[in-house]
């Protein structure tokens, strides 16, 4: 499972990378423009923290643009009551075989799919005590762009907007295999579409990532 991230990315550079990979747009409120927004990305995140997540400004039209927004990294579904740190459960990852009819995910997956920007995800290797941190990232440069899924909740005190990381099953591909045995799941153009499309089928968009797509610093893990 993923337990932590980096992205280091201003909007701008998000917005470039979404409109030349994904054919896709930041939607942001009136007057304001990537280089002048005020909104501060974490860029390095854990679970339990605020990380940016992108969501259809118009659920029944995703292509029509993504709005950025920070929210809480360990979905707490709709149905809690109570305060944020009465929800134990670790949701911060969903896996992408029972995302559909997981209680504390069904919601979401119906409803509020997201992408999560990274520059790189953390795997770990080695002996406890003594654990390498691997940075696994797009090959090619660039962000990766991970499915998620998101929640509104009410507290006390208001609102609060939490997501979790689907996962996958990392057999198959022996790149991550190597590593973990689950992995993100990484979308590209089509694939990013078909997810954030409420009328579309997402679960045929969970594969492993091409040979060669990705690319880990340190490169090899290390033994336990």
Same mark, same amino acid.
């Given at each position: 499972?993923?337990?932590?991230?980096?992205?280091?990315?201003?909007?701008?550079l998000i917005?470039?990378e979404l409109?030349?990979?994904?054919?896709?747009?930041?939607?942001?409120?009136?007057?304001?423009?990537?280089?002048?927004?005020?909104?501060?990305?974490?860029? =390095?995140?854990? /679970?339990?923290? =605020?990380?940016?997540?992108?969501?259809? +400004? @118009?659920?029944?039209?995703? +292509?029509?643009?993504?709005?950025?927004?920070?929210?809480?990294?360990?979905?707490?579904?709709?149905?809690?009551?109570?305060?944020?740190?009465?929800? %134990?459960?670790?949701?911060?990852?969903?896996?992408?075989?029972?995302?559909?009819?997981? /209680?504390?995910?069904?919601?979401?997956?119906?409803?509020?799919?997201?992408?999560?920007?990274?520059?790189?995800?953390?795997?770990?290797?080695? /002996? %406890?005590?003594?654990?390498?941190?691997?940075?696994?990232?797009?090959?090619?440069?660039?962000?990766?762009?991970?499915?998620?899924?998101?929640?509104?909740?009410?507290?006390?005190?208001?609102?609060?907007?939490?997501?979790?990381?689907?996962?996958?099953?990392?057999?198959?591909? @022996?790149?991550?295999? $190597?590593?973990?045995? $689950?992995?993100?799941?990484?979308?590209?153009?089509?694939?990013?579409?078909?997810?954030?499309?409420?009328?579309?089928?997402?679960?045929?968009?969970?594969?492993?990532?091409?040979?060669?797509?990705?690319?880990?610093?340190?490169?090899?893990?290390?033994?336990?």
């Amino acid at each position: 499972m993923c337990n932590a991230y980096n992205l280091e990315a201003h909007l701008g550079l998000i917005d470039e990378e979404l409109e030349r990979r994904l054919r896709m747009r930041l939607v942001l409120p009136p007057g304001v423009t990537p280089a002048t927004s005020n909104l501060q990305i974490p860029q =390095e995140v854990f /679970p339990r923290r =605020e990380g940016l997540i992108l969501r259809p +400004a @118009d659920r029944a039209a995703p +292509a029509a643009g993504l709005e950025p927004a920070l929210a809480h990294w360990n979905l707490t579904p709709f149905f809690h009551k109570g305060g944020l740190k009465d929800w %134990k459960a670790s949701t911060n990852n969903c896996r992408s075989e029972t995302m559909a009819t997981a /209680p504390a995910f069904r919601e979401a997956y119906q409803r509020r799919r997201c992408l999560i920007p990274v520059t790189s995800f953390i795997e770990w290797t080695g /002996p %406890k005590g003594r654990k390498t941190a691997h940075a696994i990232s797009r090959a090619g440069g660039g962000l990766l762009f991970l499915a998620g899924l998101w929640d509104r909740c009410r507290i006390e005190g208001g609102a609060v907007e939490s997501y979790t990381m689907v996962m996958q099953p990392a057999e198959g591909a @022996d790149f991550m295999a $190597r590593f973990h045995h $689950r992995q993100p799941v990484g979308l590209e153009a089509q694939g990013a579409a078909i997810w954030l499309d409420l009328a579309a089928d997402p679960r045929t968009v969970i594969a492993p990532p091409p040979p060669g797509a990705l690319a880990a610093d340190p490169p090899e893990p290390v033994a336990a």
